[in-house]
């Protein structure tokens, strides 16, 4: 099974809906729901990343009876240190992402910590790929 | 401690309830960094805050978040309201400050996440 949503950039009104459409999937399909917790956790922190940080996205949640991928791609301003951005605190959030609870350079550290394999590619001044997979069992 | 126990102890409001007020809710947290209540690894408990817009909503959503308590009579909004109904998230208020909310509750003996 696979699913398609659009996120729109800067749109912090709406940011976290195609997250909420996966979790309610999820919980329709019985997935336990300490599983669902990690799976929407990281979802959410990127398209959050994605409102917050770039122009707009996609993401692209492919089911499996073992598995779950989901894929978040945006077109944006990209991450030129993918290291640096993965640090616990580093952040380049604007003052009004800060006044909406976020900025703190958590999400991608969590975002790894949710997920079983997290591959993330970027180029500068084009886009961002985040590709999380988390498996249900073992 | 149950929802009806906090609505007693801190005089509140509930805005919206999507839980019984008996309903348990064994842990409290509060923050206003939304970055930090998404790596908290428990589930159903309170998140008391003073930060009001509809990512705290989306936040508890995700994070299989009991109840939000808005200290300080922050306004919630009917768009807060109708995405807490429609992710069964249970929202309080109350008047009191950040401070005195928590410390209100923690003497009653509700116990924090860690
Ligand atoms: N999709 C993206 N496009 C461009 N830059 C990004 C993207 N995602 C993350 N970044 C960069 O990486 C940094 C760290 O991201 P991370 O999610 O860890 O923290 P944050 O979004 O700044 O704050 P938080 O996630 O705690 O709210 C961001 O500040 C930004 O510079
Ligand atoms: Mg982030």
């Known amino acids: ?138 | 401690m149950t929802l009806q126990e906090i609505i007693d102890h801190l005089d509140a409001e509930a805005i919206l309830l999507r839980h019984s007020p008996g309903q348990e809710v064994k842990h409290a947290f509060a923050a206003d960094l939304m970055s930090d209540v998404l790596r908290l690894d428990a589930s159903e408990i309170i998140l008391i805050t003073g930060l009001a817009n509809p990512q705290v909503v989306r936040t508890a959503e995700m994070s299989d978040i009991t109840a939000i308590l808005f200290v300080r009579d922050k306004a919630v909004t009917a768009e807060m309201i109708s995405l807490a109904r429609e992710s069964g998230v249970t929202l309080i208020r109350c008047r009191h400050s950040m401070f005195k909310t928590c410390g209100k509750l923690y003497a009653a003996g509700l116990q924090p996440v860690f």
């Open chain 1, 1 to 138: 099974m696979e699913f398609h949503y659009h996120i729109e950039g800067g749109d912090f009104s709406r940011a976290g809906s195609a997250s909420s459409e996966v979790k309610k999937i999820l919980k329709q399909l019985n997935v336990d729901p300490r599983v669902i917790k990690r799976v929407v956790v990281a979802l959410y922190e990127a398209e959050v990343n994605v409102v917050a940080h770039a122009h707009e996205g996609n993401m692209t949640v492919t089911l499996d009876p073992g598995s779950i991928e989901a894929v978040v791609e945006d077109k944006g301003p990209g991450i030129a240190d993918i290291d640096l951005a993965m640090q616990e605190g580093y952040s380049t959030a604007s003052p009004r992402v800060r006044e909406m609870g976020f900025g703190a350079g958590m999400g991608l550290p969590n975002i790894k910590k949710n997920c079983d394999r997290l591959d993330i590619k970027s180029v500068v001044n084009a886009g961002t790929t985040v590709k999380m997979t988390t498996f249900f069992t073992g």
